[in-house]
């Protein structure tokens, strides 16, 4: 069954920015340098974007963070691309401004096992020989 519909009869498609800001922040995540951050003192997750669609023209901003010695314009260049590339592609809107702000953050401490510890109400006495009779 083919029917002739005219575009004036076709629906409508509306990406609203909450799909533009998920979005952008998958794609921020995949970015060779991109460190996954969450909590801090602000208690803010990074990557994280904040972004609005105006006339159907994304504005966009990426907050990022990278460890050192990783240098940090080029993440920022690798990041504006992707997630540039990824909303044009996925959102069929035209990207106006993605603006990134990409800052340092404390590396993961390298030894991320933990000594066994003992509870100060369970002492551990020394044993002694049992006579047997």
């Given at each position: ?18 799909v ?26 990074l ?24 240098p ?33 953050s404390a ?27």
């Amino acid at each position: 069954m083919t029917d002739n519909v005219t575009d004036t009869e076709r629906g409508t498609l509306e990406v609203r920015s909450q799909v533009v800001i998920r979005m952008a922040e998958i794609a921020a995540a995949h970015v060779a340098g991109v460190e996954r951050v969450t909590g801090g003192i602000a208690s803010r997750s990074l990557p994280r974007v904040d972004a609005t669609i105006r006339s159907g023209r994304i504005h966009a901003t990426v907050e990022a963070a990278t460890t050192w010695p990783t240098p940090i314009a080029d993440v920022a260049v690798r990041l504006r691309s992707a997630v540039e590339r990824d909303l044009a592609e996925n959102s069929g809107l035209v990207v106006e401004s993605v603006d990134v702000r990409v800052q340092y953050s404390a590396p993961e401490p390298r030894n991320t096992r933990s000594r066994p510890t003992r509870s100060r109400h369970t002492r551990s006495r020394p044993t002694r020989p049992r006579r047997v009779e």
